[in-house]
């Protein structure tokens, strides 16, 4: 059910060939009667986002493969457009966050982005497009773009309402506690995002995408088949042990290494953002990532990025706290579970913390991803 997988190394000196991410089958939790399938696909989820914060899910029992390639066809099509078509949906039209982005116009830390993207959010009752993410969204006008993106969206949802129940499983929820929590996020502010990256000369310094977490809860990324472009950092402590001699040191973050997250059929790469850092205590990490492609050909990937209800209040879960109380009475002496056990983290209610960022990010000049 899970298994290991290598990723090839990239040209980039700091990037190390390690990746052990696990592959997690979903197939038990689309078919309904396998309760020891689903319970072990719980528990490798549960593994996976202590260890990682990033693992494949096969989705091969739930999405038809065809369908996200038709997807990367249209996105395709669009970014193909000659820019004054494109800039006729950019984000500058609606609410700064609801539409098209040049190429370059997002800036991680101070450097542009190498990609052009559009983004789609959860629509909303009575748009009003000088609100911050209160516009309306805008579709390319290309036959069937909205129809098949909408039903790749809805597949998403449907998605993350499954992978948050395993999660609850794997952190040991009563179905009460799960009840709770699913009322969090049955109504997803989703967001949806298009990006397309042309290669990144090779004597720019700068990335296709920043260095990175994702804000959310949990983001499902399809990406089409190119190789040595998504690097997820890995932190030393996960590494020290089975390779001390590949850690190389990063200025201004914890030491470790970048690993490659290469596509692999029938599986989309799935990590969990910020709000699972606080519904789980911190047992959780969202895992910084990135992307440099360098490559010859055009790479698009369409993160879909399932989120808390708008008004959700994220709290620590009492399941973490239990497993954390666990954790300190294994390991009573030891000090930094001791440190972990007393620190509760921030309730914050969902809505309120992404306006904020959006809205910094605006005033800052910052992207998506500062
Ligand atoms: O394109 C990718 O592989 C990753 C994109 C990403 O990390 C994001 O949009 O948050
Ligand atoms: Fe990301």
Sequence with gaps: MSSLYSTVPSGDAAVKAASTL???DI????????HKGRLSAAAAIHAACLEFGFFYLDVTSFVSPEEPEELSRLAREFFALPQEEKDKISLNNQDHARGYQRLRENVTMGLADNHEAIDFYRPVENPDKGKVLWGENQWPNIPEFLDKYEAWIDRMKALGLIVMHAM??????TDAEWEDLKAQVDDSFWVLRILGYPPLPNDDQGFSCGAHKDY???TFLWADRTRGALQVFLPQQFLAVENPGSVIRQEGIEEGIWITVDPIPGCIVCNIGEMWEVWSNGLYKSTLHRVIHRGSNYRVSIPFFFEPNFDAEVAP????RRIQRDLHLVTESHHTHKQVLEKIYEP???GDFLREKVNNNFVTGGGKYN
């Excluded at 197939?27 to 396998?34: F, L, Q, R, V």
């Excluded at 879960?317 to 973490?320: I, N, V």
């Design 22 to 24: 696990p592959i997690i």
């Design 27 to 34: 197939a038990p939790w689309i078919d309904g009667h396998d």
């Design 168 to 173: 609850a499983m794997g952190l040991g929820m």
């Design 216 to 218: 959310g809860c949990l």
């Design 317 to 320: 879960l009492e399941a973490a």
């Design 348 to 350: 914050v209610v969902y």
